[in-house]
């Protein structure tokens, strides 16, 4: 069974900087993108920033230039550094990866962790 758990959320005032985490743990073959996205109340869920195995990256445009995707493939882990946070950036963050588990590594599936809250005072 495969899990993704993030951690490092929290509140911080605007201006400030937030790291989160997201460790995917279980019977994982391998790893192919991941992700973060993230919901604020009443909004619909926006993608944030996307890293593939390789390291390519994507930004949401509203993130660009104050937030950076990382990836540790050794430790199955990724990572989101997130400096002049703003109040609109409020939301529950969540990660997401697709991947192959061992016992069905021709299978690619998508699995999303649970969502940390994040919340920056103005």
């Known amino acids: 069974q495969v899990q993704l758990v993030e951690s490092g959320g929290g509140l911080v005032q605007a201006g400030g900087s937030l790291r989160l985490s997201c460790a995917a743990s279980?019977?994982?073959?391998?790893?192919?993108?991941m992700g973060w996205h993230r919901q604020a109340p009443g909004k619909q869920r926006e993608l944030v920033a996307e890293?593939?195995?390789?390291?390519?990256?994507n930004y949401g445009d509203s993130v660009k230039g104050r937030f950076t995707i990382s990836r540790d493939n050794a430790k199955n882990t990724l990572y989101l550094q997130m400096n002049s946070l703003k109040p609109e950036d409020t939301a529950v963050y969540s990660c997401?990866?697709?991947?192959?588990?061992?016992?069905?590594?021709?299978?690619?599936?998508?699995?999303w962790g649970q969502g940390t809250q994040v919340t920056v005072s103005s």
């Open positions: 997401n990866a697709r991947l192959r588990e061992r016992s069905s590594y021709w299978i690619m599936n998508n699995y």
């Open positions: 279980g019977s994982i073959f391998s790893i192919n993108d």
């Open positions: 890293i593939t195995s390789g390291g390519r990256t």
